[in-house]
Every structure is written in C-alpha cells, then in structure tokens.
C-alpha cells in the first residue's frame, strides 16, 4: 500500500519559515520524482516545486529563491524548506510522486497558513 505522510504544515507570520516533510512507503522511493503542489482556496491546485529522481529541481516562478526543495532517498522522505513566506503561500501543501504516466500517488495535504 502506497503511503505519502506530509507533516510541517502550521501557522505562522509573514517573513517565517517552515519545513515540509513528506515520507514515503510502499513505493520505491528513488525511482519517482517527487513534487510539492499547493491549493489555495478558490484556486486551482498548482506545482510549487519538484525533483526528478536524478535530483533535478525546479521550482514555479512564485517560490524561486525562497523555497527549496530536497530528497533523502535513504529515508524516503522529500522536503520542502519555505523562508520568507508571504500571506499568498498560505495553501493546503500535498506531496506528489509519480513515475512515468501511470504511477502517481498523492498525500492527503498539509495545512499552511502565513499570518499575522
């Protein structure tokens, strides 16, 4: 049974930081590239970040210099480092993992919220 536990998510002011986890079982793990999508209220689900499984990153346009993400194969786990975080990041954060076009699994989401 596949498994993708996102955990990090919280509140927290304009300017801060916070680090998503999100660990994986049930698959293996160094074959998939792994992402990070946001889902605002009212707005379409949208790609933040990823990482091939070479570890090849990108990131959208609205999180580069500010958001990082990384990969630990040996524990399975992708994580994604905000800093400066901005009101406009506040989104239900869910980890992705796929490999090619049929394998691709989804967390159940983890909450963040930038406020003061």
């Known amino acids: 049974q596949v498994q993708l536990v996102e955990s990090g998510g919280g509140l927290v002011q304009p300017g801060g930081s916070l680090r998503l986890s999100c660990a994986a079982s049930?698959?293996?793990?160094?074959?998939?590239?792994m992402a990070w999508y946001r889902q605002a209220p009212g707005k379409q689900r949208e790609l933040v970040a990823a990482?091939?499984?070479?570890?090849?990153?990108n990131y959208a346009d609205s999180v580069k210099g500010r958001f990082t993400i990384s990969r630990d194969n040996a524990k399975t786990t992708v994580y994604l480092q905000m800093n400066s975080l901005e009101r406009e990041d506040t989104a239900v954060y869910y980890c992705?993992?796929?490999?090619?076009?049929?394998?691709?699994?989804w967390g159940q989401g983890t909450q963040v919220t930038i406020s003061s």
């Open positions: 049930g698959i293996t793990f160094r074959n998939y590239a």
């Open positions: 992705n993992a796929h490999w090619g076009v049929r394998l691709d699994f």
């Open positions: 990482v091939s499984s070479g570890g090849n990153t």
